[in-house]
Protein backbone atom coordinates (compact mmCIF):
# COMPACT_ATOMS: atom_id res chain seq x y z
CA UNK A 1 0.00 0.00 0.00
CA UNK A 2 1.36 3.72 -0.94
CA UNK A 3 1.54 5.88 2.21
CA UNK A 4 -0.39 8.92 1.40
CA UNK A 5 1.50 12.41 1.27
CA UNK A 6 0.33 14.99 3.36
CA UNK A 7 -0.98 17.01 0.86
CA UNK A 8 -3.31 14.50 -0.48
CA UNK A 9 -4.05 13.44 3.36
CA UNK A 10 -5.83 17.21 3.36
CA UNK A 11 -6.92 17.21 0.04
CA UNK A 12 -9.17 14.41 1.50
CA UNK A 13 -10.13 15.99 4.56
CA UNK A 14 -11.61 19.10 2.72
CA UNK A 15 -13.92 17.16 -0.12
CA UNK A 16 -15.42 14.99 2.98
CA UNK A 17 -16.13 17.90 4.49
CA UNK A 18 -17.45 19.52 1.55
CA UNK A 19 -19.67 16.68 1.68
CA UNK A 20 -21.08 16.76 4.76
CA UNK A 21 -21.59 20.53 4.66
CA UNK A 22 -23.56 19.59 1.36
CA UNK A 23 -25.10 16.70 3.04
CA UNK A 24 -26.56 18.80 6.02
CA UNK A 25 -27.45 21.42 3.84
CA UNK A 26 -29.49 19.53 1.50
CA UNK A 27 -31.07 17.92 4.77
CA UNK A 28 -32.01 21.47 6.31
CA UNK A 29 -33.78 22.43 2.84
CA UNK A 30 -35.68 19.13 2.75
CA UNK A 31 -36.61 19.45 6.67
CA UNK A 32 -37.63 23.05 5.58
CA UNK A 33 -39.72 21.77 2.85
CA UNK A 34 -41.91 19.48 4.92
CA UNK A 35 -42.84 22.13 7.60
CA UNK A 36 -43.87 24.69 4.99
CA UNK A 37 -45.94 21.47 3.30
CA UNK A 38 -46.77 20.31 7.14
CA UNK A 39 -48.19 23.60 7.65
CA UNK A 40 -50.53 24.17 4.45
CA UNK A 41 -51.69 20.92 5.26
CA UNK A 42 -52.82 21.56 8.74
CA UNK A 43 -54.29 24.84 8.18
CA UNK A 44 -55.79 23.46 4.77
CA UNK A 45 -57.97 21.29 7.64
CA UNK A 46 -58.48 23.95 9.98
CA UNK A 47 -60.51 26.26 7.04
CA UNK A 48 -62.10 23.03 5.95
CA UNK A 49 -63.11 22.02 9.96
CA UNK A 50 -64.89 25.28 9.77
CA UNK A 51 -66.94 24.81 6.25
CA UNK A 52 -67.98 21.30 8.06
CA UNK A 53 -64.99 18.16 6.77
CA UNK A 54 -65.52 16.66 9.79
CA UNK A 55 -62.40 14.94 11.23
CA UNK A 56 -62.10 12.98 14.69
CA UNK A 57 -58.51 13.71 16.15
CA UNK A 58 -57.88 10.68 17.66
CA UNK A 59 -54.71 11.83 19.10
CA UNK A 60 -52.31 15.37 18.49
CA UNK A 61 -51.39 14.43 15.31
CA UNK A 62 -53.67 11.32 14.19
CA UNK A 63 -57.00 11.71 12.21
CA UNK A 64 -59.98 9.93 10.91
CA UNK A 65 -61.84 11.50 8.38
CA UNK A 66 -65.61 10.93 8.67
CA UNK A 67 -67.67 10.08 5.48
CA UNK A 68 -70.69 12.39 4.81
CA UNK A 69 -74.30 10.79 4.68
CA UNK A 70 -74.33 10.85 0.82
CA UNK A 71 -71.45 11.13 -1.72
CA UNK A 72 -72.58 12.17 -5.54
CA UNK A 73 -70.82 14.36 -8.03
CA UNK A 74 -74.05 14.93 -9.51
CA UNK A 75 -75.93 16.32 -6.33
CA UNK A 76 -73.44 16.83 -4.07
CA UNK A 77 -69.93 17.50 -5.71
CA UNK A 78 -68.35 19.54 -3.09
CA UNK A 79 -68.82 17.69 -0.64
CA UNK A 80 -68.09 14.71 -2.34
CA UNK A 81 -64.98 16.22 -3.92
CA UNK A 82 -63.73 17.76 -0.26
CA UNK A 83 -63.99 14.32 1.42
CA UNK A 84 -61.87 12.68 -1.78
CA UNK A 85 -59.36 15.59 -1.38
CA UNK A 86 -58.94 15.38 2.22
CA UNK A 87 -58.06 12.12 2.19
CA UNK A 88 -55.50 12.74 -0.61
CA UNK A 89 -53.88 15.38 1.60
CA UNK A 90 -53.65 13.25 4.96
CA UNK A 91 -52.89 10.26 3.80
CA UNK A 92 -49.68 9.68 4.86
CA UNK A 93 -46.46 10.33 2.47
CA UNK A 94 -42.67 8.43 3.34
CA UNK A 95 -41.80 11.64 4.20
CA UNK A 96 -43.78 13.95 6.73
CA UNK A 97 -43.05 16.19 8.95
CA UNK A 98 -44.11 15.13 12.86
CA UNK A 99 -45.99 18.15 13.15
CA UNK A 100 -47.94 16.87 10.04
CA UNK A 101 -52.09 15.74 10.81
CA UNK A 102 -52.01 12.16 9.67
CA UNK A 103 -54.86 9.95 8.56
CA UNK A 104 -55.21 6.53 10.14
CA UNK A 105 -58.53 5.25 9.17
CA UNK A 106 -61.95 6.86 7.62
CA UNK A 107 -65.27 6.26 9.06
CA UNK A 108 -67.58 5.04 6.75
CA UNK A 109 -70.54 4.39 9.39
CA UNK A 110 -72.54 7.58 8.33
CA UNK A 111 -72.21 7.09 4.85
CA UNK A 112 -75.72 5.77 3.36
CA UNK A 113 -75.81 7.34 -0.30
CA UNK A 114 -73.21 6.97 -3.05
CA UNK A 115 -73.13 7.32 -6.58
CA UNK A 116 -71.28 4.64 -8.52
CA UNK A 117 -68.59 7.45 -9.68
CA UNK A 118 -68.04 8.77 -6.06
CA UNK A 119 -67.57 4.96 -4.92
CA UNK A 120 -64.81 4.54 -8.18
CA UNK A 121 -63.10 7.73 -7.04
CA UNK A 122 -62.97 7.07 -3.30
CA UNK A 123 -61.92 3.43 -3.94
CA UNK A 124 -59.00 4.90 -6.32
CA UNK A 125 -58.34 7.45 -3.49
CA UNK A 126 -57.99 4.56 -0.94
CA UNK A 127 -55.93 2.67 -3.50
CA UNK A 128 -53.67 5.44 -3.99
CA UNK A 129 -53.42 5.42 0.21
CA UNK A 130 -52.87 1.81 0.38
CA UNK A 131 -50.02 1.40 -2.27
CA UNK A 132 -48.33 3.73 -0.48
CA UNK A 133 -48.25 2.13 3.01
CA UNK A 134 -47.48 -1.02 1.66
CA UNK A 135 -51.24 -2.33 1.50
CA UNK A 136 -51.64 -2.48 4.92
CA UNK A 137 -54.91 -0.85 5.03
CA UNK A 138 -58.16 -3.23 6.12
CA UNK A 139 -61.53 -2.57 6.24
CA UNK A 140 -63.66 -3.15 9.55
CA UNK A 141 -67.47 -3.43 7.81
CA UNK A 142 -68.76 -3.41 11.65
CA UNK A 143 -70.85 -0.56 11.23
CA UNK A 144 -71.67 0.24 7.72
CA UNK A 145 -74.74 0.81 5.80
CA UNK A 146 -75.91 -2.83 4.43
CA UNK A 147 -76.70 -1.32 1.22
CA UNK A 148 -73.22 0.78 0.80
CA UNK A 149 -71.08 -2.81 1.84
CA UNK A 150 -73.07 -3.72 -1.14
CA UNK A 151 -71.69 -1.39 -3.46
CA UNK A 152 -68.19 -1.57 -2.89
CA UNK A 153 -68.65 -5.23 -2.48
CA UNK A 154 -70.04 -5.29 -6.22
CA UNK A 155 -67.57 -2.67 -7.41
CA UNK A 156 -64.67 -4.78 -6.20
CA UNK A 157 -64.00 -2.38 -3.37
CA UNK A 158 -63.11 -5.11 -0.78
CA UNK A 159 -60.33 -6.73 -3.44
CA UNK A 160 -57.82 -4.13 -3.16
CA UNK A 161 -57.06 -5.15 0.46
CA UNK A 162 -54.74 -7.94 0.52
CA UNK A 163 -55.54 -8.51 4.32
CA UNK A 164 -59.05 -7.93 3.70
CA UNK A 165 -61.16 -10.52 5.53
CA UNK A 166 -65.03 -8.62 4.91
CA UNK A 167 -66.36 -11.67 3.58
CA UNK A 168 -65.82 -13.84 6.91
CA UNK A 169 -66.52 -10.72 9.14
CA UNK A 170 -70.10 -9.91 8.57
CA UNK A 171 -73.14 -11.58 6.94
CA UNK A 172 -73.66 -9.64 3.49
CA UNK A 173 -77.27 -7.98 2.84
CA UNK A 174 -78.46 -9.44 -0.35
CA UNK A 175 -77.64 -7.77 -3.74
CA UNK A 176 -79.63 -5.06 -4.35
CA UNK A 177 -81.81 -6.07 -7.42
CA UNK A 178 -81.95 -3.06 -9.16
CA UNK A 179 -78.80 -2.05 -9.80
CA UNK A 180 -75.69 -4.06 -11.11
CA UNK A 181 -71.93 -2.61 -11.10
CA UNK A 182 -69.23 -4.21 -13.24
CA UNK A 183 -66.47 -4.89 -11.04
CA UNK A 184 -64.02 -1.61 -11.69
CA UNK A 185 -60.61 -2.26 -13.58
CA UNK A 186 -57.38 -0.81 -12.62
CA UNK A 187 -54.62 -0.67 -14.64
CA UNK A 188 -51.17 1.57 -16.04
CA UNK A 189 -51.56 -1.09 -18.96
CA UNK A 190 -51.26 1.62 -22.35
CA UNK A 191 -53.44 -0.39 -24.26
CA UNK A 192 -56.77 -0.37 -24.34
CA UNK A 193 -57.78 -4.49 -24.50
CA UNK A 194 -59.07 -3.93 -21.15
CA UNK A 195 -61.85 -2.50 -22.44
CA UNK A 196 -63.22 -5.75 -23.85
CA UNK A 197 -63.54 -7.14 -20.38
CA UNK A 198 -65.87 -3.96 -19.65
CA UNK A 199 -67.68 -4.74 -22.76
CA UNK A 200 -68.44 -8.70 -21.81
CA UNK A 201 -69.11 -7.37 -18.21
CA UNK A 202 -71.94 -4.75 -19.16
CA UNK A 203 -73.53 -7.47 -21.10
CA UNK A 204 -73.51 -9.66 -18.56
CA UNK A 205 -75.18 -6.77 -16.27
CA UNK A 206 -77.52 -5.57 -19.07
CA UNK A 207 -78.03 -8.79 -20.84
CA UNK A 208 -77.81 -7.87 -24.39
CA UNK A 209 -75.10 -5.63 -26.67
CA UNK A 210 -74.92 -1.67 -26.15
CA UNK A 211 -75.86 -0.42 -29.52
CA UNK A 212 -72.95 1.66 -30.86
CA UNK A 213 -70.24 0.33 -28.46
CA UNK A 214 -67.43 1.15 -31.09
CA UNK A 215 -68.35 4.65 -30.08
CA UNK A 216 -67.59 4.14 -26.72
CA UNK A 217 -64.87 1.92 -27.49
CA UNK A 218 -63.07 4.91 -29.34
CA UNK A 219 -63.84 7.24 -26.34
CA UNK A 220 -62.52 4.86 -24.21
CA UNK A 221 -59.34 4.27 -26.40
CA UNK A 222 -59.08 7.94 -26.44
CA UNK A 223 -58.85 8.72 -22.67
CA UNK A 224 -56.26 5.55 -22.19
CA UNK A 225 -53.81 7.24 -24.19
CA UNK A 226 -54.85 10.69 -22.87
CA UNK A 227 -53.73 9.14 -19.83
CA UNK A 228 -50.65 7.61 -21.18
CA UNK A 229 -49.63 11.26 -22.56
CA UNK A 230 -50.77 13.79 -20.53
CA UNK A 231 -52.10 12.93 -17.38
CA UNK A 232 -48.81 11.85 -15.29
CA UNK A 233 -46.11 13.89 -17.01
CA UNK A 234 -42.18 12.88 -15.63
CA UNK A 235 -42.66 17.00 -14.31
CA UNK A 236 -44.64 16.37 -11.62
CA UNK A 237 -42.94 12.98 -10.40
CA UNK A 238 -45.79 10.75 -9.76
CA UNK A 239 -44.48 7.40 -8.77
CA UNK A 240 -45.05 4.48 -11.35
CA UNK A 241 -46.85 3.09 -8.61
CA UNK A 242 -49.46 5.99 -8.84
CA UNK A 243 -49.62 6.45 -12.51
CA UNK A 244 -53.27 3.74 -12.95
CA UNK A 245 -56.28 4.66 -14.37
CA UNK A 246 -60.00 3.23 -12.99
CA UNK A 247 -62.69 2.03 -15.10
CA UNK A 248 -66.12 0.90 -14.17
CA UNK A 249 -69.71 0.50 -15.26
CA UNK A 250 -73.43 0.54 -13.73
CA UNK A 251 -76.92 -0.41 -14.96
CA UNK A 252 -80.25 0.16 -13.07
CA UNK A 253 -83.01 -1.60 -14.11
CA UNK A 254 -85.96 0.06 -13.44
CA UNK A 255 -84.62 2.85 -15.28
CA UNK A 256 -82.32 1.31 -18.03
CA UNK A 257 -79.82 3.44 -17.36
CA UNK A 258 -76.09 2.55 -18.26
CA UNK A 259 -73.38 4.30 -17.03
CA UNK A 260 -70.00 3.76 -17.80
CA UNK A 261 -67.12 5.77 -15.82
CA UNK A 262 -63.39 6.40 -16.54
CA UNK A 263 -61.15 8.23 -14.16
CA UNK A 264 -57.77 9.05 -13.41
CA UNK A 265 -55.29 10.58 -10.58
CA UNK A 266 -53.16 12.70 -12.61
CA UNK A 267 -53.15 16.61 -13.40
CA UNK A 268 -56.04 17.52 -15.08
CA UNK A 269 -56.80 18.03 -18.29
CA UNK A 270 -56.67 22.24 -17.37
CA UNK A 271 -52.96 21.02 -16.13
CA UNK A 272 -52.32 19.63 -18.91
CA UNK A 273 -53.03 22.02 -21.87
CA UNK A 274 -50.03 24.37 -21.50
CA UNK A 275 -47.58 21.89 -22.13
CA UNK A 276 -49.65 20.10 -24.88
CA UNK A 277 -49.51 20.43 -28.55
CA UNK A 278 -53.03 22.14 -28.13
CA UNK A 279 -51.93 25.20 -26.33
CA UNK A 280 -51.78 27.38 -28.65
CA UNK A 281 -54.94 26.78 -30.30
CA UNK A 282 -56.81 27.01 -26.50
CA UNK A 283 -54.85 29.82 -26.13
CA UNK A 284 -55.94 31.64 -28.89
CA UNK A 285 -59.59 30.63 -28.44
CA UNK A 286 -59.46 32.07 -24.73
CA UNK A 287 -57.90 35.22 -26.39
CA UNK A 288 -60.71 35.90 -28.90
CA UNK A 289 -63.60 35.57 -26.41
CA UNK A 290 -61.51 37.73 -23.74
CA UNK A 291 -61.36 34.79 -21.13
CA UNK A 292 -58.34 35.65 -18.75
CA UNK A 293 -57.02 31.89 -17.92
CA UNK A 294 -55.94 33.64 -14.05
CA UNK A 295 -59.54 34.13 -13.03
CA UNK A 296 -61.15 31.90 -10.50
CA UNK A 297 -63.22 30.04 -13.38
CA UNK A 298 -59.85 29.42 -15.36
CA UNK A 299 -60.59 25.18 -15.06
CA UNK A 300 -64.26 25.17 -16.25
CA UNK A 301 -62.84 27.53 -19.10
CA UNK A 302 -59.69 25.57 -19.96
CA UNK A 303 -61.94 22.50 -20.15
CA UNK A 304 -64.73 23.99 -22.65
CA UNK A 305 -61.60 25.53 -24.49
CA UNK A 306 -60.00 22.09 -24.79
CA UNK A 307 -63.29 20.74 -25.92
CA UNK A 308 -64.60 23.01 -27.67
CA UNK A 309 -61.38 24.00 -29.64
CA UNK A 310 -61.10 20.49 -30.78
CA UNK A 311 -64.73 19.81 -31.87
CA UNK A 312 -64.63 22.89 -33.93
CA UNK A 313 -61.18 22.77 -35.62
CA UNK A 314 -61.16 19.00 -35.95
CA UNK A 315 -59.78 18.40 -39.56
CA UNK A 316 -57.04 21.60 -38.87
CA UNK A 317 -55.03 19.72 -36.35
CA UNK A 318 -53.86 16.22 -35.84
CA UNK A 319 -52.76 16.53 -32.24
CA UNK A 320 -55.74 16.92 -29.81
CA UNK A 321 -56.85 15.01 -27.07
CA UNK A 322 -59.46 12.97 -28.80
CA UNK A 323 -61.62 14.70 -26.40
CA UNK A 324 -64.91 14.83 -29.74
CA UNK A 325 -64.56 11.06 -29.61
CA UNK A 326 -65.51 11.36 -26.21
CA UNK A 327 -69.07 12.91 -27.53
CA UNK A 328 -69.20 10.81 -30.37
CA UNK A 329 -71.04 7.97 -28.17
CA UNK A 330 -73.85 10.09 -26.51
CA UNK A 331 -74.35 12.03 -30.67
CA UNK A 332 -74.97 8.37 -31.92
CA UNK A 333 -77.18 6.91 -29.44
CA UNK A 334 -78.92 10.40 -29.98
CA UNK A 335 -79.75 10.58 -26.02
CA UNK A 336 -77.83 10.82 -22.79
CA UNK A 337 -74.77 12.99 -21.64
CA UNK A 338 -71.08 12.83 -21.13
CA UNK A 339 -69.87 14.62 -18.22
CA UNK A 340 -66.02 15.51 -18.29
CA UNK A 341 -65.13 16.20 -14.68
CA UNK A 342 -61.03 17.97 -13.95
CA UNK A 343 -59.77 19.81 -10.99
CA UNK A 344 -62.53 22.63 -10.62
CA UNK A 345 -64.19 22.00 -13.84
CA UNK A 346 -67.06 20.51 -15.73
CA UNK A 347 -67.79 20.39 -19.04
CA UNK A 348 -71.27 18.08 -19.90
CA UNK A 349 -72.36 17.52 -23.26
CA UNK A 350 -76.21 16.26 -23.43
CA UNK A 351 -78.74 15.50 -26.08
CA UNK A 352 -82.36 15.65 -24.72
CA UNK A 353 -85.23 15.35 -27.29
CA UNK A 354 -82.84 15.21 -30.01
CA UNK A 355 -81.19 18.80 -29.01
CA UNK A 356 -77.55 19.03 -28.13
CA UNK A 357 -76.78 20.99 -25.23
CA UNK A 358 -73.65 22.10 -23.29
CA UNK A 359 -73.01 23.01 -19.91
CA UNK A 360 -70.06 24.15 -17.63
CA UNK A 361 -69.36 24.77 -13.95
CA UNK A 362 -66.82 26.07 -11.82
CA UNK A 363 -66.74 24.33 -8.42
CA UNK A 364 -64.93 25.38 -5.44
CA UNK A 365 -63.16 21.86 -4.55
CA UNK A 366 -61.06 20.01 -6.84
CA UNK A 367 -60.86 16.83 -7.71
CA UNK A 368 -57.89 15.66 -8.41
CA UNK A 369 -57.43 14.14 -12.14
CA UNK A 370 -60.10 13.42 -14.46
CA UNK A 371 -63.32 11.95 -14.52
CA UNK A 372 -65.22 11.14 -17.22
CA UNK A 373 -69.06 9.53 -17.55
CA UNK A 374 -71.13 8.54 -20.02
CA UNK A 375 -74.74 8.13 -19.87
CA UNK A 376 -77.61 6.45 -21.96
CA UNK A 377 -80.87 4.89 -21.55
CA UNK A 378 -80.94 1.57 -23.50
CA UNK B 1 -55.46 -7.15 -55.16
CA UNK B 2 -53.07 -7.22 -51.17
CA UNK B 3 -55.38 -7.49 -48.06
CA UNK B 4 -54.58 -6.17 -45.22
CA UNK B 5 -57.05 -7.13 -41.90
CA UNK B 6 -56.49 -4.31 -38.99
CA UNK B 7 -57.74 -6.97 -36.48
CA UNK B 8 -56.37 -10.30 -37.72
CA UNK B 9 -52.84 -9.26 -39.41
CA UNK B 10 -51.82 -6.23 -37.20
CA UNK B 11 -54.10 -6.28 -33.57
CA UNK B 12 -57.50 -6.37 -32.62
CA UNK B 13 -56.81 -3.57 -30.01
CA UNK B 14 -55.56 -0.93 -32.14
CA UNK B 15 -54.91 2.12 -29.80
CA UNK B 16 -52.87 5.20 -29.25
CA UNK B 17 -50.60 7.58 -31.00
CA UNK B 18 -46.97 6.80 -30.75
CA UNK B 19 -44.89 3.46 -29.80
CA UNK B 20 -44.82 4.68 -26.39
CA UNK B 21 -48.64 4.67 -25.81
CA UNK B 22 -48.89 1.10 -26.69
CA UNK B 23 -47.71 -2.39 -28.39
CA UNK B 24 -50.56 -1.05 -30.98
CA UNK B 25 -49.94 2.43 -31.68
CA UNK B 26 -50.95 4.27 -35.12
CA UNK B 27 -46.91 4.81 -35.50
CA UNK B 28 -46.47 1.33 -35.35
CA UNK B 29 -49.17 0.56 -38.03
CA UNK B 30 -48.00 2.73 -40.33
CA UNK B 31 -44.20 1.84 -39.91
CA UNK B 32 -44.23 -1.77 -39.63
CA UNK B 33 -47.57 -2.92 -41.58
CA UNK B 34 -49.53 -0.37 -43.62
CA UNK B 35 -46.42 1.57 -45.10
CA UNK B 36 -44.31 -1.94 -46.11
CA UNK B 37 -47.72 -3.31 -47.81
CA UNK B 38 -48.26 0.20 -49.88
CA UNK B 39 -44.87 -0.09 -50.56
CA UNK B 40 -44.34 -3.34 -52.23
CA UNK B 41 -47.88 -2.95 -54.12
CA UNK B 42 -47.55 -4.08 -58.06
CA UNK B 43 -48.24 -1.64 -60.82
CA UNK B 44 -51.88 -0.71 -60.80
CA UNK B 45 -52.03 -2.94 -57.52
CA UNK B 46 -55.13 -2.20 -55.00
CA UNK B 47 -54.51 -2.39 -50.85
CA UNK B 48 -57.53 -3.27 -49.15
CA UNK B 49 -57.96 -2.84 -45.81
CA UNK B 50 -60.59 -4.31 -43.68
CA UNK B 51 -60.98 -1.58 -40.70
CA UNK B 52 -63.81 -3.79 -38.83
CA UNK B 53 -63.82 -7.88 -37.69
CA UNK B 54 -62.08 -8.22 -34.90
CA UNK B 55 -61.39 -4.53 -34.08
CA UNK B 56 -64.02 -2.69 -31.71
CA UNK B 57 -63.71 0.92 -32.68
CA UNK B 58 -60.63 3.41 -33.11
CA UNK B 59 -59.55 6.64 -31.20
CA UNK B 60 -58.59 9.63 -33.40
CA UNK B 61 -55.38 9.52 -32.78
CA UNK B 62 -54.32 6.28 -34.10
CA UNK B 63 -55.98 7.02 -37.22
CA UNK B 64 -54.04 10.24 -37.43
CA UNK B 65 -51.20 8.65 -36.57
CA UNK B 66 -51.89 5.44 -38.82
CA UNK B 67 -53.33 7.13 -41.94
CA UNK B 68 -52.91 10.93 -42.06
CA UNK B 69 -48.93 10.20 -41.13
CA UNK B 70 -48.29 8.26 -44.72
CA UNK B 71 -48.60 11.85 -46.14
CA UNK B 72 -47.32 13.77 -43.15
CA UNK B 73 -44.26 12.53 -43.33
CA UNK B 74 -43.93 12.41 -47.13
CA UNK B 75 -44.00 8.52 -47.88
CA UNK B 76 -47.22 8.51 -50.17
CA UNK B 77 -49.27 11.06 -51.67
CA UNK B 78 -52.51 11.58 -50.88
CA UNK B 79 -53.47 11.01 -54.74
CA UNK B 80 -51.61 8.16 -54.37
CA UNK B 81 -53.72 6.84 -51.30
CA UNK B 82 -56.72 7.97 -53.07
CA UNK B 83 -55.89 5.46 -56.08
CA UNK B 84 -55.03 2.28 -54.30
CA UNK B 85 -56.45 1.81 -50.86
CA UNK B 86 -59.63 0.83 -50.34
CA UNK B 87 -61.27 1.27 -46.80
CA UNK B 88 -63.51 -2.01 -46.22
CA UNK B 89 -66.41 -2.66 -43.43
CA UNK B 90 -69.33 -4.69 -42.62
CA UNK B 91 -70.51 -3.25 -40.03
CA UNK B 92 -72.01 0.49 -41.04
CA UNK B 93 -70.77 2.28 -37.94
CA UNK B 94 -67.56 1.31 -39.44
CA UNK B 95 -68.42 3.92 -41.84
CA UNK B 96 -68.01 6.94 -39.48
CA UNK B 97 -63.97 6.00 -39.25
CA UNK B 98 -63.28 5.47 -43.13
CA UNK B 99 -64.91 9.38 -43.14
CA UNK B 100 -62.21 9.87 -40.34
CA UNK B 101 -59.15 8.59 -41.99
CA UNK B 102 -59.81 10.38 -45.62
CA UNK B 103 -61.08 13.38 -43.74
CA UNK B 104 -57.45 12.86 -41.85
CA UNK B 105 -55.94 12.22 -45.14
CA UNK B 106 -57.16 15.02 -46.91
CA UNK B 107 -56.22 17.56 -44.68
CA UNK B 108 -52.46 15.95 -43.84
CA UNK B 109 -49.71 18.35 -45.32
CA UNK B 110 -47.26 16.22 -47.35
CA UNK B 111 -44.06 15.98 -46.05
CA UNK B 112 -44.76 18.55 -43.55
CA UNK B 113 -42.51 17.04 -40.63
CA UNK B 114 -39.72 14.48 -40.45
CA UNK B 115 -40.40 11.32 -39.31
CA UNK B 116 -38.41 10.75 -35.97
CA UNK B 117 -39.02 7.12 -34.47
CA UNK B 118 -40.50 7.01 -30.66
CA UNK B 119 -39.50 3.78 -30.22
CA UNK B 120 -37.04 2.93 -27.08
Known sequence: MKKLSSKQILRDKRRVLLERRKTSKERIRQSKELKEIALEVNNWVKRRIKEGLNIKFLTKRDVAICLPERMNFSSDYESTALYIQAIRRLASRSKVNRKQLKLVSVDFSKLKKMSTSAGLALTAELSKWDDSISKRLKPVTDNWDPEIVNRFRELGFFDLFSSSDEENQISLPPQEADLSIVKYIKSRCKGSSQTRLLRSELQRITGKEIDKWTFLRSGLNEAITNVGQHAYPPTYKFREVDKNWYLTGSYRRSTRVLKIIFYDQGIGIPNSLPASELWEKVYQFMSELSVDVGLRKRDERLLKAAVEVERTRTGKSDRGKGLPDMLEFVRKRGEGYLSILSLRGLYKFSIENGKEKVKTVSFDNRLYGTLIIWQTTL | ?120
Do not use: C, Q
Not at chain 2, 4 to 15: A, I
Not at chain 2, 54 to 73: M, N, Q, R
Not at chain 2, 93 to 114: H, T
Open chain 2, 1 to 120: MAILNVGVDFDKDPSGRYYTDGPASGERFREEFLKPKLGSLSRDEKLEIIIDGEVEGYGSSFLVEGFAGLVKHGYFSKDFLRNRMIIKFSDPDFEFYRDKIWMYIDSARFRSEKYASTKR
